[in-house]
C-alpha cells in the first residue's frame, strides 16, 4: 500500500508493497445514529482507495479503551448513502488492509416479535436474505472460492458482544434471525406479517453483505442490532417513520457505545475460531489457472494460501 502524508493519510490500494504505517486489529462500524464515538481519542483520519473503490468514508484510526481501532461510519458523512448503494467490499477491504481481524458491526432494526422491544438489543444468529443483485464476493473473473456461511457469525464474537452488553445493564436478546431486505422502502403489513410467520426475529437493511464478505476476507464479524420500532406487523404501534428511528436511535447510542467499548475491552489478542482460516479450504481454481491480475488484486486475502 501507498501512504501520502497530509491532513489525512492517504491508502492506495495493495500493488506497493508499502505497508501501513500503523496495523489495527478491531474494526468498529456504525450505523444508522452512531456516527462516532465519544471515547475515540489519539484519533487519525485515514483514506483508503482499494481495488473495488472507494469506501464510505474515511477510517478513523483511534484508541478505544487501550486498544486500536478503526471506526468507519456505514452511510458517510452525513448519512449518504442508502443501503442499496453501499460499497460494501470497498469497505471490507478496507478493513482487511489495515490488518483488521474483528469487526464489530451497530445497525438499526425493526423488530419482528412481541417480546423484542424497541429499544432493545439484539445480537443475531442467523440472516435470511431478501436482497436483490448485491455484490456480496471478493471472487469471480477467473478465481472461485466457496467460503462455508452456516454460521454467519463469529460465535465467540457474539458471545464477547452479549456479554458486554449485560454488564452494562442493557436488555439484550442473544440469537435471532436477522432478516436482510432490499429497501430504502420500509415494509409492508403483508411482507412483515409473512416474516412473521417464517419465525424470523428483527428486520434491517445493510448487515449480510457485510458478514459475507468478511467471512470472506477471514474477518471475525458480529452485529449489536439496536432495534428502533415494530416494524408495520404491531395494531398498537404506528408504522416505522424515520423520526420514530432516529428518536429510539439517539437514546440508544450510548448504549451501544457502552456495549462496544466493553466489548474491546474483552477482546482476546489471539483468535482461536475458524473465521481466521475461512479459505484454507474454499479455494476451488488450480493456482495455475489464477489470472496473474486477479491474484496480485487479491494478494491480501490469499496471499498466504498461493506462496
Same mark, same amino acid.
Given at each position: 500500500?501507498?501512504?501520502?502524508?497530509?491532513?489525512?493519510?492517504?491508502?492506495?490500494? !495493495?500493488?506497493?508493497?508499502?505497508?501501513? $504505517?500503523?496495523?489495527?486489529?478491531?474494526?468498529?462500524?456504525?450505523?444508522?445514529?452512531?456516527?462516532?464515538?465519544?471515547?475515540?481519542?489519539?484519533?487519525?483520519?485515514?483514506?483508503?482507495?482499494?481495488?473495488? *473503490?472507494?469506501?464510505?468514508? $474515511?477510517?478513523?484510526?483511534?484508541?478505544? @479503551?487501550?486498544? @486500536?481501532?478503526?471506526?468507519? #461510519?456505514?452511510?458517510?458523512?452525513?448519512?449518504?448513502?442508502?443501503?442499496?448503494?453501499?460499497?460494501?467490499?470497498?469497505?471490507?477491504?478496507?478493513?482487511?488492509?489495515?490488518?483488521?481481524?474483528?469487526?464489530?458491526?451497530?445497525?438499526?432494526?425493526?423488530?419482528? @416479535?412481541?417480546?423484542?422491544?424497541?429499544?432493545?438489543?439484539?445480537? !443475531?444468529?442467523?440472516?435470511?436474505? @431478501?436482497?436483490?443483485?448485491?455484490?456480496?464476493?471478493?471472487? *469471480?473473473?477467473?478465481?472461485? %472460492?466457496?467460503?462455508?456461511?452456516?454460521?454467519?457469525?463469529?460465535?465467540?464474537?457474539?458471545?464477547?458482544?452479549?456479554?458486554?452488553?449485560?454488564?452494562?445493564?442493557?436488555?439484550?436478546?442473544?440469537?435471532?434471525?436477522?432478516?436482510?431486505?432490499?429497501? $430504502?422502502?420500509?415494509?409492508?403489513? #403483508?411482507?412483515?406479517?409473512?416474516?412473521?410467520?417464517?419465525?424470523?426475529?428483527?428486520? *434491517?437493511?445493510?448487515?449480510?453483505?457485510? #458478514?459475507?464478505?468478511?467471512?470472506? #476476507?477471514?474477518?471475525?464479524?458480529?452485529?449489536?442490532?439496536?432495534?428502533?420500532?415494530?416494524?408495520?406487523?404491531?395494531?398498537?404501534?404506528?408504522?416505522?417513520?424515520?423520526?420514530?428511528?432516529?428518536?429510539?436511535?439517539?437514546?440508544?447510542?450510548?448504549? %451501544?457505545?457502552?456495549?462496544?467499548?466493553?466489548?474491546?475491552?474483552?477482546?482476546?489478542?489471539?483468535?482461536?475460531?475458524?473465521?481466521?482460516?475461512?479459505?484454507?479450504?474454499?479455494?476451488?481454481?488450480? $493456482?495455475?489457472?489464477?489470472?496473474?491480475?486477479?491474484?496480485?488484486?487479491?494478494? !491480501?486475502?490469499?496471499?498466504?494460501?498461493?506462496?
Amino acid at each position: 500500500m501507498t501512504i501520502v502524508q497530509g491532513p489525512e493519510s492517504r491508502v492506495q490500494g !495493495p500493488e506497493s508493497s508499502v505497508q501501513s $504505517p500503523e496495523s489495527v486489529s478491531i474494526g468498529i462500524i456504525g450505523g444508522s445514529g452512531l456516527y462516532d464515538m465519544a471515547e475515540l481519542t489519539d484519533r487519525e483520519s485515514r483514506v483508503i482507495e482499494t481495488p473495488f *473503490g472507494s469506501p464510505s468514508g $474515511p477510517y478513523v484510526i483511534a484508541t478505544l @479503551r487501550g486498544r @486500536r481501532v478503526a471506526f468507519l #461510519a456505514r452511510h458517510g458523512e452525513g448519512h449518504r448513502f442508502t443501503p442499496s448503494e453501499l460499497n460494501h467490499r470497498a469497505n471490507i477491504f478496507g478493513f482487511k488492509t489495515l490488518g483488521v481481524e474483528w469487526i464489530l458491526s451497530a445497525s438499526a432494526v425493526g423488530s419482528l @416479535r412481541e417480546d423484542f422491544k424497541p429499544l432493545d438489543l439484539v445480537v !443475531p444468529d442467523q440472516f435470511f436474505d @431478501r436482497t436483490r443483485g448485491r455484490i456480496s464476493t471478493f471472487f *469471480g473473473e477467473g478465481l472461485v %472460492a466457496h467460503v462455508g456461511f452456516a454460521h454467519p457469525f463469529c460465535a465467540p464474537l457474539s458471545s464477547i458482544l452479549t456479554a458486554s452488553a449485560k454488564s452494562v445493564h442493557a436488555t439484550v436478546h442473544e440469537g435471532g434471525t436477522y432478516v436482510c431486505m432490499e429497501g $430504502p422502502q420500509f415494509s409492508t403489513v #403483508a411482507e412483515s406479517e409473512f416474516y412473521r410467520k417464517q419465525g424470523w426475529d428483527i428486520i *434491517g437493511m445493510t448487515n449480510l453483505q457485510e #458478514a459475507k464478505l468478511a467471512r470472506e #476476507a477471514e474477518i471475525c464479524y458480529s452485529t449489536l442490532a439496536l432495534v428502533t420500532d415494530y416494524d408495520c406487523w404491531h395494531p398498537e404501534h404506528d408504522s416505522v417513520t424515520v423520526e420514530m428511528i432516529v428518536a429510539n436511535l439517539m437514546q440508544n447510542a450510548k448504549t %451501544a457505545q457502552q456495549v462496544i467499548a466493553a466489548a474491546v475491552e474483552r477482546l482476546p489478542i489471539e483468535r482461536t475460531c475458524e473465521c481466521a482460516r475461512a479459505l484454507a479450504t474454499a479455494l476451488i481454481t488450480r $493456482p495455475e489457472a489464477i489470472p496473474a491480475a486477479r491474484k496480485a488484486l487479491l494478494q !491480501p486475502l490469499i496471499g498466504k494460501y498461493l506462496s
